[in-house]
């Protein structure tokens, strides 16, 4: 047994603040008071089902997560956020139609009762929507500094001892790093010289950073992908992490992929699309945004299937992604995939994946499990980026130099090796030899 790190009580309120108040932010809203109520269970949630081995198999120890680490209880948490529109999140919840009316009448009160607060909102960064409840400030820093009002208003108001961001946001145009991102210093001029190269979503984070607030990022922004905002999580010891919340067509991905390459069999190529037809499929009908969805969803085969190590088997294997933006589907996505394989004596076979998913039912859960995470790994005094959170995203953030780990399999058992090691518990290697000594 290894020391124990010291982990702070998760005593208190905790605050989930999400810049976007959509389908996905609703539907965990929604869901958590739903699951307060007793109307379902919270399922696709790690935090809340998932369960711990500890020590030996022959040990029979083997407690859910959130008895073995200190996490924040549903019961304590309050919800809050931003949207360039201005309904409540009833409001909100009944347009994303995502959860059928009656559940979320039996909860209308508490949803109600959460109105955004105006938005920082660039229509440069979001070109399919047209905002009506956005902040204005002659500079990014004067808006930096509302958000950061509007953070410590919202925790003194609601008397809260922590909070977490969360992206919820419509996913920006694609942008790469640029000279504003390079630095803090560089960032902080950028921000009052008004550089264009700065999205509203790396303005809620420089607020959120500022006030001490962890930030992940579900879209696939560069948001807190850069210098500028590694440093200064640095700085404030805060932890961050993104991108892209990992759910329909890359969770696919990532379970399959890591299947074929273990057997050793071959990838010539994968060919995926999607329909859907929610605001998120509205956003990214607009091809910049499109943009950023693409090269967050094309890495993953690239680094699970390792061509340069395996050429045999993934040299040149064909990989595109479409999103089909079609209304009549809603937020209940169908995403098809057709993959090449190849097998003995290169022996061609086909793999045809049609998932009819619901993309908010499963993104909920993870918004959920990564603001408990998150708010743990602020209490244990982890900062800047936490990438035994890679389970939970498309495009996982990592030090520089360093490869992402996108194997779904991998990436759950750094997680659970990461719940051990702050708890001083044996890291599992699955060796197991001596169950045979
Ligand atoms: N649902 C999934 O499975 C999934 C998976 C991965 C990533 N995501 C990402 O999560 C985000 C939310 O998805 P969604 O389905 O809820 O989309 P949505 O369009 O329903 O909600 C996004 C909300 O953000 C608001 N918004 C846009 N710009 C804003 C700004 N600058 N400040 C505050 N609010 C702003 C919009 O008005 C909208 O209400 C998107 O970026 C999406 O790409 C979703």
Redesign the pocket.
């Known amino acids: 047994m290894k020391k124990n790190i010291n982990i702070l009580p998760a005593t208190g309120k905790l605050g989930i603040l999400t ?7 609703t539907t965990l809203v929604a869901g958590v008071y739903a699951i307060q109520r007793g109307l379902g269970k919270p399922i696709g949630s790690l935090t809340q089902m998932g369960t711990i081995r500890l020590g030996k198999r022959t040990d029979k120890r083997v407690p859910f997560i959130k008895d073995f680490v200190p996490l924040t209880d549903l019961e304590d948490l309050v919800f809050g956020g ?4 201005e309904d409540n999140m009833y409001e ?1 919840a009944i347009k ?1 139609s995502v959860l059928d009316n009656g559940t979320l009448d039996k909860i209308r009160l508490e949803l109600e009762n959460i109105k955004p607060m105006p ?3 660039d229509k440069d960064y ?1 070109k399919r ?1 047209n ?1 009506t409840f956005i902040k204005k400030g002659k500079t990014k820093m004067d808006l930096a500094q509302q958000i950061r009002e509007d953070i410590c208003n919202f925790k003194t108001t609601n008397r809260l001892d922590r909070l977490v961001m969360i992206w ?4 920006e145009v694609y942008i790469e790093r640029s000279p504003a991102h390079q630095s803090l210093d560089a960032f902080e001029k950028g921000l009052e010289e008004n550089d264009p190269a700065i999205s ?2 790396m303005i809620y984070a420089y607020a959120a950073l500022q006030e001490g607030v962890p930030y992940a990022n ?2 696939p922004n560069l948001t807190v992908d850069i210098p500028a905002m590694i440093e200064l999580a640095k700085e404030k010891k805060v932890p961050i992490s993104g991108k ?2 990992k ?2 067509q890359t969770l696919m991905k990532t379970i399959l992929a890591p299947g074929f390459k273990a057997r050793m069999l071959g990838v010539s190529g994968w060919f995926s699309t999607n329909i859907l037809g ?3 499929g509205e ?2 009908d607009d091809p910049m945004s499109f943009k950023s ?1 693409e090269v967050s969803k094309l890495g993953v085969l690239e680094y699970i299937l390792q061509p340069q190590l395996y050429p045999d088997l993934y040299k040149d294997f064909y990989h595109k992604v479409r999103i089909n933006y079609y209304p009549p589907r809603g937020d209940n996505k169908e995403g098809w995939d057709n993959i090449d394989i190849f097998g003995w004596l290169g022996y061609p076979m086909q793999v045809k994946v049609d998932f009819l998913c619901r ?2 039912i ?2 909920a859960p993870l918004v959920l499990d990564l603001a408990l995470f998150m708010d743990l790994a602020a209490r244990a005094g982890m900062s800047g980026i936490q990438e035994w959170l890679s389970f939970y995203y ?1 495009s996982p953030m990592v030090a520089e130099g360093l490869y992402p780990e996108h194997d779904l399999f991998i990436q759950l058992k750094k997680l659970k090796n990461t719940l051990r090691h702050l708890k001083g518990e044996d890291l599992i290697t699955h060796l197991g030899l001596e169950y045979y000594e």
Not at 19 to 25: E, K
Not at 82 to 85: A, K, R
């Open positions: 810049p976007g108040m959509g389908a996905v932010a931003w949207d360039i529109f909100a994303a938005a920082v909102f979001v929507l905002g919820c946001g419509s996913t509203p979503s579900g879209a892209d919340f759910t329909g929610n605001r998120d956003v990214l969805k993309d908010s499963l993104a498309k």
